[in-house]
């Protein structure tokens, strides 16, 4: 815990001194639905798992100030893994990343709200694994690779503090597990709030026109 506090305080000072390069952070926390699909080698087949419901959040940080295209690093603790249902019994397999992601952020500025959506890469970093099902018989992969599709929007606020709403569709983009007979990928569904603090606002410029009198 203490490591965590002091990553979020070094995060922050370093995004505060960057500020032309940093426009924010945020965090966000959410539902996951996480199912599975398992490929078999001899005779090919492939069995697709029922869904598992997790939680996930985050801490990103908002890079660039365009109007419509910015970037987003974030590091996002997820909850994976699905539901094996057998004829004998169901057999839950979840498991715990810790994953960097990297968005390219295209948006566009109304009245209310901010629409956006985001595509991008992420790196998903193992940490716990908990599987009954009988054809997992190994251990997941320490480290693979995932995509991230989402959307969401931003409510316009006249103070720093920015509040968000998004939806992710996370597929595997290489097989997380991988054993002599078959191998397995994740597919997980993510719904999240968030805060954001933004460091320097949109400053309205005045389009009066000024008359000097003679």
Known sequence: MKKIFLFLITFIFIAQTKAQFV???????GVSAGNQKFLFYDPVAFSRKKYMYGFNASIFGEFFSNDHVRWVTEIQYDQKGSIDSQPDANYPNQLQYLSW?????LRYEMYNII???LIGPRLD??????????????????LHLSAGFGGGFEVVSYTNFKFLVEGFYNPDMMPAYISPVMHAKNKNIELRIGLKYEFSGKKESCNTPTYIED
């Open 115 to 117: 629409p956006y959506l």
């Open 101 to 105: 992601n990297n968005y390219l952020k």
């Open 23 to 29: 426009n924010s952070i945020g965090i966000t926390a």
């Open 125 to 142: 970093y193992k940490l716990v694994q908990s599987t009954t099902s009988p054809a997992i018989t190994g251990g997941f992969l320490p």
